[in-house]
């Protein structure tokens, strides 16, 4: 075995097959349309179906920012068409001036998932490259760079999904914490993209959703996407997971990451880290769905992730509604660090990486000659 780590690859022709594969997305969180940008609105579910229209930057980030869209490839195509929506109608200077007010408050939304910053430095790449040009020309460039990392999370969370199903058996239980699907991506999802890879490559899958506390991604957001698949799924409680790993129930955990660190420690929803203990105490498999967007090389470990703090109010109040004591203190992180070593492997769109994990990491995130 070589010095990378060990790593499944595929071969894969990014660049040809993004805009072929992009296209069928069951439940779209997010889509550009006649120059507006178009959201569902995932406070809502699974109750109400809602669009929410965005005709600036302002919209876009304070959708992010109220979790109007959330998950880590979402927000960062939200971000991108942000951006692309504060250029319009300038050009030059006045260009690169816009897009560095929408860049800080875009990023300043949710600090924890990478992607977000990642896209935003990649349409800032464009525009630096392109602000000889006139207005219409410039937003063109902008926006159909915009729209390409749409495009191109939706073929990667297919590519992921079909290599992590690789690693399911029929039938399989998965276990899941807060919502990596569809709704959290362009399309498609990352940990419930290779649930569903695994579905449609025939094998029999059934799935366990946490609730997922406080906001309750899991037992909102994951059961509607599923049950809209037809793929069979249990929501527990979240301090449930525990008894059902010890009565056999679960044959592997599969989440998703808002980012991962050089060395495989993991920034997911908070609640990731007692579910890897308890996986590891079971024995049963932990996988990580990540997509190269959001792995990070510049951060050496978990320690150097910025760790979100969400309002109060997300555990005080429910449907508008108090549900605690008025004034209690709230300690209310986002997300929390899973540790590398509890991590059994992370799946991304070009292959499957195990322990140690630096450089196959590092190996897969290099650039390739198309």
């Not at 809502?44 to 005709?55: A, H, W």
């Not at 276990?175 to 959290?184: K, P, V």
């Not at 399309?187 to 059934?206: E, P, Q, S």
Request: hydrophobic residues 45%; positive net charge; aromatic residues 6%.
């Amino acid at each position: 075995m070589s010095g990378l780590g060990r790593i499944i690859r595929r071969t894969i022709s990014i660049g040809s097959n993004l805009r072929r594969t992009a296209n069928a997305v069951a439940v779209k969180a997010i889509e550009w349309r006649a120059d507006t940008v178009r959201m569902i609105d995932q406070r809502l579910l699974p109750g109400r179906e809602v669009i929410r229209t965005y005709r600036d930057y302002q919209g876009v980030a304070r959708a992010i920012r109220t979790m109007v869209i959330r998950g880590a490839p979402a927000i960062g195509v939200a971000a991108a068409m942000g951006v692309a929506l504060a250029i319009r109608g300038t050009s030059g200077q006045r260009a690169r001036a816009r897009f560095q007010r929408a860049a800080t408050l875009l990023k300043a939304t949710r600090p924890t998932a990478v992607n977000l910053a990642w896209a935003v430095g990649r349409i800032g790449g464009v525009l630096e490259a392109s602000l000889a040009l006139d207005p219409a020309q410039l937003y063109r460039r902008v926006r159909d760079e915009a729209i390409a990392i749409y495009e191109e999370d939706v073929a990667a969370n297919r590519m992921l999904g079909r290599n992590g199903a690789a690693l399911l058996n029929s039938p399989v239980s998965v276990l899941t914490h807060c919502n990596a699907g569809a709704l959290a991506t362009a399309g498609y999802g990352t940990a419930l993209g290779v649930i569903r890879a695994a579905r449609d490559a025939g094998k029999k899958v059934r799935v366990f959703a946490d609730e997922t506390r406080p906001f309750l991604q899991g037992s909102r957001l994951t059961a509607w996407e599923l049950r809209k698949d037809r793929i069979p799924v249990t929501i527990i409680a979240d301090n449930m997971a525990a008894s059902l790993l010890r009565a056999g129930e679960v044959n592997c955990v599969i989440v998703g990451t808002d980012r991962t660190a050089a060395n495989g420690d993991v920034a997911n929803k908070i609640g990731t880290y007692p579910l890897a203990v308890m996986a590891q105490r079971h024995r049963v498999p932990f996988y990580v769905a990540a997509p190269l967007s959001s792995i990070d090389l510049e951060c050496a470990s978990g320690d150097d992730i910025p760790i979100e703090r969400r309002p109060s109010k997300e555990f005080t109040e429910f449907l508008g509604r108090s549900i605690a004591p008025k004034g209690v203190e709230v300690f209310n992180p986002a997300f929390d660090i899973t540790p590398a070593e509890l991590v059994t492997a992370i799946i991304t769109e070009r292959g499957i990486v195990y322990p140690p994990f630096e450089k196959g990491l590092s190996a897969l995130k290099r650039p390739r000659c198309e």
